[in-house]
């Protein structure tokens, strides 16, 4: 376009139609979530599972994240793929530690999420009792379909627009365990929490309505 092409209106609604304004977080977190460097790191039969999304099959270079590294140092993702042993955990904490900021951790399988079939005193009964896990996949093994799934909810944490739990979904809050009493009622804390995700709701549906 040439000086002169457009005059008046018709260049306001040009630039206007160009230009796109944001904050300076939310460039870098778009940018995070389309540039996440898992770690090189596999625990045990879901690790073949983790591999395969960088093959040709499920490709998960479409989304910016098939350079995995091999220092925790370069890495911002860390895939917990299979049991965590009482032994490992340690180990596992260490890496964890050891990778900078931002940083998060995806919970691949029902092993790492829960102990899975493992229900005795050599394996942990999931990861997050000892650090911190943003999504869980849940399978045994779980697809790549499904780690890729997990995947994709990882980024939109990462960019601040994360999913519903489905507590939130259903006004299901209160239900949690630790939300009730010996007698299997909700707790007082609990019931306010749930009566907050009500309002909170609401207030959404009517600013959507306005």
Known sequence: MLRGDLEGEALEEHVKERIITTTLDTAL????ANAVFPATFGL?????????MVASR???????????RASPRQADLLVLSGRVSIKMAPV?????DQMLE???VISMGACSSSGGMFSNYAVVQG??????????????????????????????????????????RYNAAGTEEWARM???VP????????????????????????
């Open 127 to 168: 990861a997050d009792k000892f650090m911190p896990v943003d999504v869980h996949v849940p399978g045994c093994p779980p697809r790549p379909e499904a780690v890729l799934y997990g995947f994709n909810k990882l980024q939109r944490q990462i960019v601040g627009d994360p999913d519903l739990g489905w507590r939130q």
């Open 187 to 210: 707790t007082p804390e609990a019931l306010a929490a749930a009566r907050r995700v009500v309002a909170r709701e609401e207030k959404v549906e009517q600013e959507a309505g306005e």
């Open 58 to 68: 499920y490709d998960i270079a479409r989304f910016g994240s098939e350079a995995f």
């Open 44 to 52: 045990a039969c879901c690790a073949i599972e983790m591999m395969s």
């Open 102 to 104: 931002p940083k998060w």
């Open 29 to 32: 977190n778009w940018a995070r």
């Open 92 to 96: 596992v904490r260490r890496i964890y």
């Open 182 to 184: 010996e007698t299997g």
